[in-house]
């Protein structure tokens, strides 16, 4: 949910930006892009590095996805009493 730190990136994606009034800085997001800010559109551990003409300086951040309340359908099952796929059930994460 945006603004939470919960990200579910199968409906959403999230900014990471580097705030500063420094005009003159440059920005390496690891490869990924060289903005003040990146989207993110997968859980991980992103690092950025921040650099002025004496001086650089880098942090990580780690964003891990969280999709509460995903329900999984099956499209099928097997009433044979064998232990497996004997009811037909949603499964619900939490």
Do not use: Q
Not at 30 to 59: M, Q
Not at 74 to 90: E, H, K, R
């Amino acid at each position: 949910m945006k603004g939470e730190e919960n990200y579910c990136f199968d409906i959403e994606s999230t900014l990471l930006r580097v705030f500063s009034p420094d005009s003159s800085l440059d920005y390496n997001w690891n490869g990924l892009g060289r903005d003040e800010e990146l989207e993110i559109n997968e859980a991980g551990t992103y690092k950025v590095d921040v650099s002025n003409h004496f001086c650089t300086s880098s942090y990580k951040y780690l964003i891990e996805e969280y999709c509460k309340g995903k329900l999984y359908l099956p499209n099928s099952f097997t009433p044979n009493n064998d232990g497996l796929n004997d009811s037909f059930v949603p499964v619900v994460n939490e």
